[in-house]
């Protein structure tokens, strides 16, 4: 296959990912090499697995600790090997503390406190916060580190322990409804009514490349959204449509979006 080739169906802020992808690809099925990945967000997974049916020697294992989980490690390697008993490097990270303010934390303030400490974001799982504490899927790689370094978070002492994946207990993510009313279902105008920005102030990070619609960068800002769509701009969080359909009187688009929290 010719390398122009894998190119042809992703965008060219892709491109370093696929390379990347396209490379484990190649060394499993050509070289017999296994490869585990850090964690991938839904997008990269949809790649790798798009790549790896390019190739009739290869195949992949998704796992991110847990039926539904959003972000996960993959293991690729030849189509000979039985990936069902391979270890994915999947540790539960127990966060919690005696503090009361402890329960008004949430799940940007976890991850900053992780990040702030040095890490990738690439190292660390889903995120579930409980009212009894937090558990964090981690690369175990990192686990040492953590328990060394993560004794707060946004300035509540907290302590930590390491769970095996059995013990996690997983949160649904919690969506805040809210019913606009449109005038088109372009990305810039519902981003601009979800987020209380004006339409100019929501252009800006759209054309710079800090908008993700289904975890694809998105800098046309006349994209129109469909139900299902899951659209995130960089520093304000991110939201779901979760219904479009019917007109108003004056004929402007009714939308449910479930914004997550």
Not at 212 to 240: C, I
Request: glycine share 8%; with cysteine.
């Amino acid at each position: 296959m010719m390398k122009a080739d894998i190119y042809e169906h992703f965008k060219p802020e892709e491109r370093p990912f696929v390379d990347r992808a396209w490379e484990w690809v190649v060394n499993a099925g050509d070289y017999h090499e296994v490869k585990l990945s850090d964690f991938l967000d839904p997008r990269q997974c949809y790649i790798l697995e798009t790549l790896a049916n390019r190739h009739p020697d290869v195949q992949i294992r998704l796992d991110g600790g847990y039926e539904g989980a959003e972000r996960r490690r993959a293991l690729i390697a030849p189509d000979y090997r039985d990936l069902s008993q391979e270890p994915m490097g999947l540790k539960v990270l127990e966060i919690t503390s005696g503090d009361q303010k402890f329960l008004a934390l949430q799940h940007g303030d976890y991850l900053g406190a992780i990040l702030g400490l040095g890490l990738k974001r690439d190292k660390i799982g889903d995120i579930h916060v409980r009212e009894d504490g937090c558990h964090v899927i981690v690369a175990e790689e990192i686990v040492p580190f953590l328990q060394m370094n993560l004794h707060q978070v946004h300035r509540v002492n907290v302590m930590t322990d390491v769970l095996n994946l059995g013990e996690l207990r997983t949160m649904e993510k919690e969506l805040e409804p809210m019913e606009l009313t449109v005038a088109s279902l372009r990305l810039d105008g519902i981003v601009s009514d979800v987020f209380r920005l004006s339409r100019n102030k929501v252009l800006i990070p759209i054309k710079a490349g800090r908008c993700r619609v289904n975890w694809r960068t998105e800098e046309d800002p006349s994209t129109p959204l469909k139900v299902g769509d899951v659209v995130a701009l960089q520093g304000f969080g991110r939201f779901k449509v979760l219904e479009a359909g019917g007109l108003t009187k004056k004929g402007r688009h009714r939308v449910k979006i479930g914004k997550f929290v």
